[in-house]
């Protein structure tokens, strides 16, 4: 049917990757960077999605996991930024419906069952309308763009070090301040040396040493509200040294 465009997503076995999922006016990018997670086989559900002119409509089409959903959410966002989040009952057959923009709206969907794991099973830009997109209808530009392209934020190859010397941290982000923490591993105690170190997207640098007691964290403040690059650097007793961990951080924009 002209102007119309279905979609029936099949929840079956597919790579799994954990994310985030944000608001274009969060992310400042769209669509949204979305990577979706499916449910296992025996929990899997199915729902469909239409759009007629710019009206979107999401219809659910049951599952092995149909009576196990404590809650179904879909989120339909347009490139301008704006949102429209509504919950989707999972009696086969119920609907939801948007008003869309007719210019390539992103359509998600989150699934939350009763043993409140969260899966967020589907993300789908839908096509462009002919004749309702207005032509000076605006995208989000990224403010983070530029930022993104700087040679500075291009992590540095990382050397495997051997299973019986390996070495952990965990880098988080609050707001705009850095925590890395020492998570342990077996070269624990021959560790001569574990240095951190901060790259900004300006190519400045910052270096800290980071304790080996388990739990042991330094923190950074962000030099930006974009993203930042952390690696991580240990030098062994034995005179070994690897450049094991290398990661660009996205830092939040809410600051």
């Known amino acids: ?6 979609l029936l997503v099949c929840l079956v ?17 769209f669509p949204v960077p979305v990577e979706t997670i499916q449910p296992p ?24 996991g149909q009576n196990l959903l404590k809650s179904l959410q879909i989120t ?7 949102t429209q989040t509504k919950n989707l009952g999972w009696a086969t057959g119920d ?6 923009t007719g210019c390539g709206d992103q359509v998600t969907g989150t699934a939350v069952y009763m043993d409140g794991i969260e899966y967020p099973f589907l993300n789908e830009v839908i096509p462009s309308v002919p004749g309702i ?19 500075a934020l291009k992590p540095d190859p990382i050397e495997e070090i051997p299973g019986n010397k390996s070495v952990a941290i965990q880098a988080n982000v609050d707001i705009r301040t850095i925590t890395v923490e020492y998570r342990g591993g077996f070269g624990q105690n021959i560790i001569k040396s574990l240095k951190v170190t901060r790259y900004a997207p300006d190519g400045t640098t910052e270096t800290k040493d980071l304790g080996t007691t388990t739990g042991s964290t330094v ?15 240990v030098a062994f007793m034995d005179g070994t040294q690897y450049h094991f961990y290398d990661k660009v951080l996205h830092i939040s924009r809410t600051s």
Do not use: H, W
Request: net charge negative; aromatic share 6%.
């Open 41 to 64: 086989a025996n929990q899997s559900i199915g729902v469909q999605v239409d759009q007629m002119g710019s009206t979107i409509t999401a219809t659910f089409r049951g599952g092995f």
């Open 219 to 233: 923190t950074f403040v962000a030099s930006n509200n974009c993203m930042e690059r952390i690696g991580a650097d």
């Open 13 to 29: 076995l597919l790579s799994l990757t954990v994310i985030g999922i944000g608001s274009a006016a969060e992310t400042g990018t």
């Open 95 to 100: 609907t939801v419906t948007f008003t869309g």
């Open 1 to 6: 049917m002209d102007g119309t465009r279905a």
């Open 133 to 151: 997109c207005s032509t000076d209808y605006k995208v989000v530009v990224d403010p983070c763009e530029e930022i993104a392209a700087s040679p």
């Open 76 to 82: 339909v966002t347009s490139s301008d930024g704006k």
